[in-house]
Structures are given as structure tokens and as C-alpha cells.
């Protein structure tokens, strides 16, 4: 089916690309858009040739979080009943390979929570990171006063989440809330650069590490790290440890199978 509000692209280097295009309301998260998102992350997972996936909002804005137009229609049963975004943002929450969100400008609300579910995040100078919905006698609801809090403490996340102040690049990066700022006009292609890299790896190791690093927001400390032991021996079976350690050996690039 012909997306309307996202853009997706595939590139030779293994990368998925999916930009969401509501330049005129900033990238307003509405409920199709999110449907989009989560279709266009299926198909992505699914293709063999993808290891890795960028999500940006273009060189402006990432994304000025929930349709606020939307939301002014929502009633507190209908939301309930009908689980409003729920479906979209679990497949989201899901997804296998990992994502890299690349943000310029606003990352508002939903946009801000959309970022956070990615797996790391880069940006530019213009970004600001924000969870403005205590304005409109609203809350965070898809992981922002979680994952926020995950990311940059419990101080820094009740001071956005209850002032609705919004934080630029350098205080993002200051509490961890970024992996790194890069200059203007670059964040897409040094974000495409980085998905590249990730996808010359061994992609049951990138899935192994990806998840056993989530595995810090579920489990505690001992068995997060027999987790990750048990992942360890686990990429011990790979032939793809083989071809890693040979390479090494023969001063040569690794040629991974994915096996
Ligand atoms: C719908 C939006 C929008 C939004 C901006 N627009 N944000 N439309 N939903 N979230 C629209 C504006 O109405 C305007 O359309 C156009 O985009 C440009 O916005 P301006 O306000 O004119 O631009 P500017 O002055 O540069 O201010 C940018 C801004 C501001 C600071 C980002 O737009 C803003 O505060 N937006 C709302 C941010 C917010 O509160 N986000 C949280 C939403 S609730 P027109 O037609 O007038 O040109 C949420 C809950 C998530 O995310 C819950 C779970 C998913």
C-alpha cells in the first residue's frame, strides 16, 4: 500500500530509511502516520538485506509529537476502549533490528517518546527535546515519563515532564539523553553511515547485543549479566565467530553470513 505520510527507502548498504513527511504540521504523529511507521518497520524486519534502520524528520523538525488536532477529538472511553496508538507503538516497541533515530529541530511529546524508543539517537545543533504535555492539561503517554527517565534520571525527567521546558542538543548530550551531536546537514547521512556500519555486522550478534542491552530496563543486574553471558556462548556457535576471528588473523574485513 502507497504510504501518505512517511517515506521509505532502502539503501544497498543494508539500510532502511523512514522519513515522516508532515512537513507542514512538523511531522504531527497522527494515528495513520503511526500505522505507517509500524508497517514500514515490519516490512524492513522482515527483509534479509536490512541490518539496520534510520528514522528522521527530514533537516527541520523530527517529529512535534501526538496530532494535537486528533487528540481534540479524543474522549477519555474512546481512547480506553479502543486502546488509542497502542497497537502501532507495541509493533514500534518491538522491532528487531536496530534503529537509529536521527533528529533535527523539535522532538516534541510523541516525537521526543518516538526517539526514545529508537535505539540510539544522533542530532544536530537544532535539536530540542521536550515533553510539552503537561500544556495541554495532558501527560506523556507512550514512554515519557519512562524511557525519558531511563535515559537522563529522575530529576532531569520531572523537571521536562513537569515544567513542559524543553532542552537543546548540548544538554541532551550533557545527560545522556544522545549518543552524539553532529554539524548541520549531516545528521541523516552520518545517521545512514553509522546503520551502514551496524549492517556489515553479524546480524544474530547486533540482535543479541541490542537486546541484551534493553535487557538493563527489565531485568535486574545478576540476571541481566547471565543474560548476557548465556549471549556470549551463544555467539560462540555462530559461524560468523569463525570468519570474525579468521578475518582478524588474516588482516582482512570480516564477510559475515548472518549464520
Ligand atoms: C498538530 C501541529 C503540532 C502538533 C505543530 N503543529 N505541532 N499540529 N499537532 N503536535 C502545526 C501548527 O498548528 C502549525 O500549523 C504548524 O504545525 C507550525 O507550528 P507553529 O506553532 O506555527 O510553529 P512554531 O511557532 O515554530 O512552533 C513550533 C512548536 C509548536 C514549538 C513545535 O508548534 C508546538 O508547541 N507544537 C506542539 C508541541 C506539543 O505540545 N507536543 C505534544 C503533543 S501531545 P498551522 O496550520 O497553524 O500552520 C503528545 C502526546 C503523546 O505528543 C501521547 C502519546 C502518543
Not at 481534540?72 to 486502546?83: R, V
Not at 541523516?188 to 537486546?211: C, F, G, H, R, Y
Request: aromatic share 6%; hydrophobic share 45%.
Amino acid at each position: 500500500m502507497k504510504n501518505k505520510y512517511i517515506i521509505v527507502e532502502k539503501l544497498n548498504t543494508g539500510v532502511g530509511i523512514i522519513t515522516l513527511n508532515r512537513p507542514k504540521v512538523y511531522n504531527a504523529l497522527c494515528t495513520d502516520l503511526l500505522a505507517e511507521v509500524s508497517n514500514a518497520i515490519i516490512n524492513l524486519d522482515q527483509d534479509l538485506k536490512i541490518g539496520a534502520i534510520v528514522i528522521t524528520g527530514g533537516d527541520k523538525v523530527f517529529a512535534a509529537g501526538a496530532d494535537i488536532k486528533e487528540l481534540s477529538t479524543l474522549d477519555f472511553s474512546s481512547a480506553y476502549m479502543n486502546e488509542f496508538i497502542k497497537k502501532q507503538w507495541l509493533v514500534l516497541e518491538k522491532h528487531n533490528k536496530p534503529i537509529i533515530a536521527a533528529v533535527s529541530g523539535f522532538a516534541l511529546g510523541g516525537g521526543c517518546e518516538l526517539a526514545l524508543l529508537c535505539d540510539f539517537i544522533i542530532c544536530d545543533d537544532s535539536a530540542k527535546f521536550g515533553q510539552p504535555e503537561i500544556k495541554l492539561g495532558i501527560m506523556p503517554g507512550a514512554g515519557g515519563t519512562q524511557r525519558l527517565t531511563k535515559a537522563v534520571g529522575k530529576a532531569k525527567a520531572m523537571q521536562m515532564c513537569l515544567t513542559g521546558d524543553i532542552i537543546d542538543a548540548k544538554e541532551a548530550k550533557n545527560y545522556g539523553l544522545i549518543a552524539k551531536i553532529v554539524s548541520e546537514d549531516s545528521v541523516l547521512n552520518e545517521a545512514i553511515v553509522m546503520a551502514s556500519k551496524i549492517a556489515t555486522m553479524s546480524q544474530p550478534v547486533v540482535k543479541l547485543i541490542k537486546d541484551s542491552i534493553n535487557n538493563t530496563y527489565e531485568l535486574n543486574l545478576q540476571s541481566g549479566l547471565e543474560y548476557e553471558r548465556q549471549s556470549f556462548y551463544t555467539t560462540l556457535a555462530l559461524e560468523d565467530k569463525v570468519e570474525g576471528i579468521k578475518a582478524f588473523i588474516e588482516k582482512r574485513k570480516a564477510n559475515f553470513l548472518n549464520k
